[in-house]
Structures are given as C-alpha cells and as structure tokens.
C-alpha cells in the first residue's frame, strides 16, 4: 500500500524560520571554538576578570597547559561549546580591544551598507574578509529586512542589527587571526 504524502501547512514553515541549519550550527561552533582560541591568548589575570562562567575560565587556563597538538583542539572544542552559554556581546567586548575604536567603526558602518545594498556589499565583505559566510550574511539581512516590513519594534530591530554586528565582528577577529598566522 502506497504511503500518501504528508501535507505541509504554513504553519510548519513558519515554525521553522529563524532557525539555524545544522551547517550554520556546525560553523558557530566552529567560530566560537576559534574565540576561544583568542580568549585563550589573554593573560592569566584577564582570563580570570572574564565574566563567564567558572568551568570556562578553567578551560581556558587549562589550555595554556596543554602542549598535545591533537588535546588542544579537543579543549578548544569543549571552550566552543562552553562558549555557546555565554553572551557574545560581551565576550567580543573583551577581545575587541585587539581590534580598536576604528576597526568597530568600520565594521558598524559595513553592516549599515549590507543592509542598504544588500548582495553587492556582501559579495564585497566576503572578499575582504575569508571567514565570512555570505549565506549567514544574507539571512542577517533578510531578517532585519523582514523585521522592517513587519514593523517590528525598534527594541526588536536593535536586537536583530546587535547579532549581525556581533557575527561581523566575529567574523572580522576570525579572519584577522587567519592572517596573523
């Protein structure tokens, strides 16, 4: 006996907008997993001033430790997803510093211009900065787009122009680090 398809309705789809695909999942674990590696490389006593939890903090001073090629990546697995817990406005905040007053200036103001010209200024954000992911960069702006068509409230626009810069400016470490090596 044939199996009769399953019909979807809107609401289906509409449950599932806003979510990560498990490729996006896999990729922010992946780019935590790298800020861990730049929170790694503080001081002792700026790793323990970090606000975060106590077992990061641990992780992170036990890393320092650990010579192992192979145990370092696994740990720096384990900081990625502690790091998951964590409020990435204020992990940036602490590695941004690195970065400076006009690196955070240019990174708002390309937000600003990917908002506006949208695939252009993608296409050109992702040639200056390989960790970029033009996907997410598109679903950043789709979203904040679709929050404006919505006439979202101006707490929930901030809110959603907030991810996108902390992405950007993740992005922006992440490839800044890609070149130092």
């Not at 599932?16 to 780019?31: F, N």
């Not at 904040?144 to 922006?172: G, M, P």
């Amino acid at each position: 006996m044939a199996r009769r398809p399953q019909r979807f309705t809107e609401d289906d789809f509409e449950s599932l907008e806003g979510r990560a695909s498990k490729t996006e999942q896999k990729k922010a674990v992946q780019r935590m997993a790298a800020l861990g590696e730049q929170l790694a490389e503080l001081s002792k006593k700026q790793i323990e001033e970090l606000p975060v939890e106590e077992r990061l903090i641990e992780a992170l001073l036990d890393v320092q430790l650990i010579t192992s090629f192979e145990a370092r990546r696994r740990q720096f697995q384990r900081i990625g997803k502690l790091l998951r817990n964590e409020d990435e406005s204020m992990i940036l905040s602490y590695l941004t510093p690195k970065q400076g007053a006009k690196k955070l200036a240019q990174l708002d103001r390309w937000v600003e211009r990917m908002i506006a010209q949208r695939d252009p200024a993608i296409k050109e954000f992702c040639k200056s900065y390989n960790a970029a992911e033009s996907h997410t960069l598109r679903q950043h702006v789709l979203r904040i787009h679709r929050d404006i068509s919505l006439q979202a409230t101006e707490q929930e626009l901030a809110e959603s122009k907030l991810k996108f810069l902390n992405y950007v400016q993740q992005v922006a470490l992440l490839s800044d680090q890609g070149k130092a090596k």
